[in-house]
């Protein structure tokens, strides 16, 4: 008599990789196969054709809770069963029992791949391919409690040991050396379909690899294609290994510096979107050209901080770069109250605003291209201050200088940041939280990130905005010099000045107002927060706790 047996459920799209993967575990000295058990099942409840229908059906078994009960959780005389499904042929009316019992997995592999093979028996269509089906079976397993592992089949040709090994290991089977090879020509266990479907694996003896350059791909095929890779994509994200295929594949997954941040949702065109599918379009304006402009705003206590000075600054940079079709104001607004909204960020929270001439019709550089309007990004995250308000940073002077007015006019919040990103460059290489960039005559212009100040004798002193950015909290903390009555100059400053100074300060969004304690090896006067940095930085926090513009419904979802 036979004995209950382990079941393992394997669910696929057609072509997949499922027959090759059906033969890899048939090799196994522990395993029985069943080839689409469920699928004369499939075929009386959806009423579909196939060209081998009526031999299937009066060879199958055709009540497919029969099939579950019978064959698929029947007795066996090995100690496990190995079934491969395909996940359409789990249809309406099969029992609970089918998902609640054994171990399951899950193949995947990219529609680019399948559907050009794909119509040699059935014409391809989405229900065909069963991609929504299988997402479907993901989360059911995963509500469960019971999350399966996901597969790709690219990672089973690149390498077929490395693959099969993880995969015994998440069913918590042992790896066997014979699941790697085996004979080529049909197998006993063959499904009736065989002859229509299988021609090319029974020539296989083993997991080949992909051919090194794809063949065309059919526009016919694009539409569906279009459907098909969101389902595809959501489970490769879960996928145990990413093949090496696809770039940076074997980087490390990192971790962020705020978890919380991995589940964020963010504004991008039109809409909210999770994280992971928040894109812009290769022929973005952002993309081809860095052709954008941004801001940066800070969340506190249910209010946006300066919102509408931010806003006037974004719209001052798109008039000057000639942007068409820019969103209305309230149309910005709005798309930043629902993000933070649906984020639930009320406080302690920051907001990259970032606006793109938009999508172009072509690739290239002219503005002419660009016919679909703007682009809008809200992108807002959990973030506290970036640097350390209390101990203070240390910066040292960059070789590279601050654009000219003559080349890039730096009144312009625009995206193209790359003389900052190599002063920033400069800044990590030696250790440093950030870079002090000079303007063409050497005069200190601001850091990489945040516009500078300086305090000797009692007097503030700041550089002129010509060079550097008029920043929104550089603004902020002149008003509140004056307001605490010291004594203010907005004049060319030289670098030993800054070496000299009693006490420095920078200040920006992302860090608000922070001291510099060193600069170039020099340590600012004692190497401790000074009395005015201290004053300004209470005064700037109860400006920002008490101003701004308030978020709707705040209120009411906090009573």
Not at 161 to 166: D, N, T, V
Request: glycine share 6%; charged share 25%.
């Amino acid at each position: 008599m036979g004995e209950e047996i382990e079941v393992i459920h394997s669910w696929s799209a057609p072509r997949s990789l499922s027959t090759s993967l059906m033969y890899s575990f048939a090799q196994r000295n522990d395993m029985e196969v069943l080839d689409e058990p469920l699928y004369a099942n499939f075929l009386r409840v959806t009423g579909v054709d196939r060209p081998y229908k009526e031999a299937l059906r009066s060879e199958m078994e055709n009540d497919g809770n029969k099939v579950v009960k019978e064959v698929i959780f029947g007795a066996g005389v090995k100690k496990y069963r190995y079934c491969k499904h395909i996940a359409k042929q789990r249809v309406p009316g099969l029992t609970n029992e089918l998902m609640k019992r054994g171990k399951h997995f899950i193949l995947i592999r990219n529609p680019l791949d399948i559907l050009p093979s794909f119509d040699k028996v059935v014409p391809p269509s989405f229900f065909e391919l069963g991609l929504a089906e299988l997402v479907s079976i993901y989360s059911e397993l995963s509500e469960l409690g019971r999350p399966p592992p996901v597969i790709d089949s690219a990672d089973l040709r690149e390498n077929p040991e490395a693959a099969l090994r993880g995969l015994c290991e998440d069913l918590d089977i042992p790896f066997q050396d014979s699941m790697l090879r085996w004979e080529a020509g049909p197998k006993p266990f063959d499904g009736i379909w065989a002859p229509w479907w299988y021609k090319s694996v029974h020539k296989s003896t083993g997991f080949a690899p992909a051919k090194k350059y794809p063949t065309p791909f059919p526009t016919s095929l694009y539409d569906l294609l279009e459907q098909s890779l969101p389902f595809y994509n959501m489970l490769k994200r879960h996928a145990r290994r990413s093949s090496s295929n696809y770039l940076n594949s074997t980087l490390p997954h990192p971790s962020l510096p705020v978890p919380a941040n991995e589940k964020l949702l963010a504004w991008v065109g039109d809409e909210i979107v999770p994280r992971e599918t928040a894109k812009v379009s290769i022929f973005d304006s952002i993309v081809q050209g860095g052709d954008a402009v941004w801001e940066g705003l800070r969340v506190y206590c249910g209010k946006v901080f300066k919102l509408e000075e931010h806003l006037d600054r974004m719209f001052d940079s798109a008039k000057a770069l000639a942007f068409s079709n820019v969103p209305i104001r309230e149309e910005v607004k709005e798309a930043i109250f629902r993000t933070l909204l649906r984020n639930g960020m009320f406080d302690n929270a920051h907001i990259r605003l970032t606006l793109t001439r938009g999508k172009k019709v072509t690739s290239g550089m002219s503005p002419a291209f660009n016919r679909y309007g703007c682009t809008l990004i809200v992108l807002a995250e959990w973030k506290p201050p970036v640097y350390d308000n209390q101990k203070g940073l240390t910066l040292v002077t960059a070789t590279t200088r601050r654009n000219s007015p003559n080349n890039l006019d730096s009144k312009i919040h625009h995206n193209n940041l790359l003389n900052n990103i190599l002063a920033k460059i400069e800044g990590n290489n030696a250790g440093a939280d950030d870079a002090i960039m000079l303007d063409k005559d050497g005069y200190v212009s601001e850091t990489n990130a945040t516009n500078i100040f300086l305090v000797k004798k009692g007097r503030v002193v700041t550089p002129h905005a010509d060079y550097c950015l008029p920043g929104i909290t550089r603004a902020t903390v002149i008003e509140l010099v004056l307001k605490e009555s010291l004594a203010l100059e907005e004049r060319r400053i030289s670098l030993s000045e800054f070496h000299t100074a009693d006490e420095v300060w920078t200040t920006g969004t992302m860090g608000e107002l922070s001291p510099v304690v060193k600069i170039d090896g020099r340590i600012v006067d004692d190497g401790r927060v000074g009395p005015i940095t201290l004053r300004l930085q209470n005064a700037y926090k109860n400006l920002s706790k008490d101003s701004g513009v308030p978020i709707p419904t705040y209120e009411e979802l906090n009573r």
